[in-house]
């Protein structure tokens, strides 16, 4: 069997037989913890530089810009994994 696949805005897929895939948005839905650690995390950065201590040897610092890091990772992963399934499921499904 084949199919149609048309990518929009609305929605993230829509196959030619009238069925959709919805955006799942995983950035909107992290958005309130990624902005609350990345004020932490320059909040963290002002007080090492007003204590005039080197960013890398600043622990706090250090320590929150990990946290950062892994909720963009958390976000990466759930995109990856969102498309490996979907397109998976696509190619079970249709020729």
Do not use: W
Request: with cysteine.
């Amino acid at each position: 069997s084949q199919i149609g696949i048309d990518l929009n805005l609305d929605n993230f897929l829509t196959e030619s037989n009238g069925s959709m895939v919805v955006n799942p948005r995983f950035y909107c839905k992290a958005k309130k913890k990624l902005a609350h650690a990345q004020r932490v995390l320059s909040r963290r950065q002002r007080r090492a530089k007003k204590g005039g201590r080197n960013l890398r040897l600043a622990k706090n610092y250090q320590k929150q810009r990990l946290v950062v890091a892994k909720l963009h990772d958390k976000i990466r992963r759930q995109r990856n994994d969102f498309l490996q399934e979907l397109s998976t499921a696509l190619i079970k499904n249709h020729d």
